[in-house]
């Protein structure tokens, strides 16, 4: 009987620990490299939103067919959107290529309580 006293108590503080631990969520926002102003204020707005929830923003610039000649747009706005979201979070990684995507992550920043 002490051994399943035993394992009663692990399975228990297992679970304790697994509450305490905080669930990572990231959201995605896409852009194309020739995004309109209006759209990417749009856009903008959401990540503000999701980065004052605490949400992870990975934020990426999908390139279909011959647009992948525009790189430099695609970094251009997503350093101006981390530019914009300076005050809500902070970037994790600088926009890089992965396949046909320029992807870059931002990170919340702490909330004061």
Not at 33 to 56: C, I, M, Q, S
Not at 60 to 71: E, T
């Amino acid at each position: 009987m002490d051994y399943k006293k035993f394992l009663y108590e692990q399975k228990k503080k297992k679970k304790e620990i697994q509450q305490k631990t905080q669930k990572v969520v990231i959201k995605e926002i896409r852009f194309g490299p020739n995004t309109d102003d209006h759209d990417y204020e749009f856009k903008r707005k959401h990540a503000v939103k999701f980065l004052e929830d605490g949400a992870k923003l990975k934020a990426y610039v999908f390139f279909k067919g011959r647009s992948i000649l525009f790189k430099d747009k695609g970094q251009i706005l997503l350093l101006k959107l981390a530019q914009d979201l300076e005050e809500y979070g902070t970037v994790e990684s600088m926009p890089k290529m992965e396949g046909k995507r320029m992807i870059m992550f931002i990170a919340p920043k702490k909330v004061k309580k």
